[in-house]
């Protein structure tokens, strides 16, 4: 999506405004020379009468003066005013409205004035006294006619000159009221203008400027910042709700991995405690002493080197993931140590799909299973006591079921153990019995969690139990086997 840049904006809100600045301005300027063209046009007439009136008399008195005198310098002077007047004429003829009586009359009145003047000069030059005489007299008769006509038709004009100073007054008026509105609207819409673009740069700002404070206070939670504009700030305001995202993401990771190791870390020093404790331990020495004894060192070798195994894998560094081939060999050691120990009291029996066993798991998760399994389900049993290890794939996960035909768990202890499966922690005060017959301890709540924190998600672990009917403890783990299934069965019995 093609972004605005601010730069943008601003350079189109200053366009904006010049052109409406500029619009108003040339509309005034229009204004206000139709104005004073009008007040030319009006003045100018004014001098044309007023010149008109001044060369009537100037021709007369020349001609006078040409009749008194004769001299050849009154005659020049009389024909280049007459070449004035009959200039003017045409300026009348032009500015004048041609339809109006009187000036039609003016004009006619003109004509007939220097038609006069012309024939007096003729009949002077002729020598023709009455002649000249009369038409001199026209001259003096027309010229004052023209006078008293100019003078009315300024006086008409200054009429007119109020009417139209009057018209120009309130013109002005609404020029001015026009002008203010204008001006107030252009300021109203620059006013918009910029609290738009500040509005589109501030609030954003603002907000991550808030949001910010808030991180450096350790509040993580916020929600992301809704972009609104799409100048500079949108992949920027993208950017910061990118980066909480990332930074919650990370310090989850950080908690999550920060209890994986204290799960690590309480396990590796409770392993030998809780996973291969000091009775199973001296039970198992016991057992070999006496094997030593009463046969030959074939078996015994090979109970020691199970005994071995285990103490080997209990003692690997547990950040690293092992397999579910290596947890199954080991569960299986453990299974030929007790079978040794409890001979046909207890009875082992694996159904594992081979092709299951190459996906990835934390290390030391089925002994601690099968060992509760044990502990709390068949120790107790004189004969018939078995422990059923079965791993299957099922649509895309892998089945790994730790099954004992135990006393079972009643109801408590099954609800408190699946509210920890569901990553709620148990109360101060509210730790699980563990008394015989209790599928449960702390090994089982750290096989749990790790397999949580390991997968990223809750739902890994199944529990199904009840009174006298034994306990299926279920791991649903994602991955998918490849190539066929393989079924390898096995038992183990006294």
């Known amino acids: 999506m093609r972004l605005f840049k601010i730069r943008s904006k601003l350079l189109l809100y200053f366009i904006v405004l010049v052109v409406l600045l500029t619009s108003v301005g040339f509309f005034f300027y229009k204004s206000s020379e139709k104005l004073v063209m009008e007040y030319d046009d009006s003045f100018e007439r004014f001098l044309l009468l007023n010149d008109i009136s001044k060369r009537t008399n100037l021709i007369t008195e020349n001609l006078r003066g040409y009749l008194l005198d004769k001299e050849t310098s009154y005659l020049s002077d009389y024909k280049k005013e007459k070449l004035k007047l009959i200039t003017d004429q045409k300026r009348l003829n032009e500015e004048m409205d041609n339809h109006d009586i009187s000036y039609i009359n003016y004009k006619n009145m003109i004509d007939s004035f220097l038609d006069e003047c012309d024939a007096t000069v003729g009949a002077f030059e002729k020598d023709d006294i009455n002649s000249y005489s009369n038409h001199f007299n026209g001259v003096l008769k027309i010229a004052s006619f023209l006078q008293e006509r100019t003078l009315a038709l300024l006086n008409n004009k200054l009429t007119d000159y109020q009417k139209f100073y009057a018209q120009m007054e309130k013109q002005n008026h609404y020029y001015k009221l026009l002008s203010i509105s204008l001006f107030?609207?252009?300021?109203?819409?620059?006013?918009?203008?910029?609290?738009?673009?500040?509005?589109?740069?501030?609030?954003?700002?603002?907000?991550?400027?808030?949001?910010?404070?808030?991180?450096?206070?350790?509040?993580?939670?916020?929600?992301?910042?809704?972009?609104?504009?799409?100048?500079?700030?949108?992949?920027?305001?993208?950017?910061?709700?990118?980066?909480?995202?990332?930074?919650?993401?990370?310090?989850?990771?950080?908690?999550?991995?920060?209890?994986?190791?204290?799960?690590?870390?309480?396990?590796?020093?409770?392993?030998?405690?809780?996973?291969?404790?000091?009775?199973?331990?001296?039970?198992?020495?016991?057992?070999?002493s006496k094997m030593a004894y009463l046969e030959e060192a074939e078996q015994t070798s090979r109970l020691i080197e199970a005994v071995a195994a285990i103490l080997r894998y209990n003692l690997t560094d547990f950040d690293k993931a092992s397999t579910l081939r290596e947890e199954v060999r080991i569960v299986q050691e453990y299974f030929y140590i007790q079978q040794t120990r409890f001979g046909e009291r207890i009875s082992f029996i694996t159904e594992i799909e081979d092709d299951c066993l190459d996906i990835e798991i934390p290390s030391l998760i089925l002994q601690p299973l099968v060992e509760n399994a044990f502990m709390h389900g068949v120790e107790s049993y004189e004969e018939n006591g078995v422990i059923r290890l079965r791993i299957y794939q099922h649509n895309d996960r892998i089945h790994v079921e730790v099954i004992d035909n135990g006393a079972g768990m009643d109801e408590s202890t099954k609800k408190r153990l699946l509210t920890y499966v569901e990553g709620t922690e148990p109360e101060e005060g509210s730790e699980p019995d563990k008394s015989k017959g209790q599928s449960n301890g702390i090994g089982v709540k750290n096989v749990i969690r790790r397999l949580q924190l390991f997968y990223r998600r809750n739902d890994i672990v199944e529990i199904e139990s009840k009174p006298l009917y034994g306990t299926n403890f279920r791991l649903t783990i994602p991955g998918v086997a490849k190539g066929g299934s393989v079924l390898v069965k096995n038992t183990y019995s006294g």
């Open 184 to 288: 107030a609207a252009a300021f109203f819409l620059s006013t918009l203008l910029a609290l738009w673009i500040s509005g589109g740069i501030t609030k954003p700002i603002s907000l991550l400027s808030a949001a910010a404070k808030q991180i450096s206070k350790g509040n993580l939670s916020g929600e992301d910042i809704k972009v609104t504009t799409k100048d500079e700030l949108k992949p920027l305001t993208e950017t910061f709700n990118q980066m909480r995202t990332n930074l919650r993401q990370l310090v989850t990771e950080i908690k999550q991995k920060s209890e994986l190791d204290k799960l690590l870390k309480e396990l590796e020093l409770r392993s030998l405690q809780n996973q291969i404790n000091p009775h199973f331990l001296f039970n198992t020495l016991n057992t070999v």
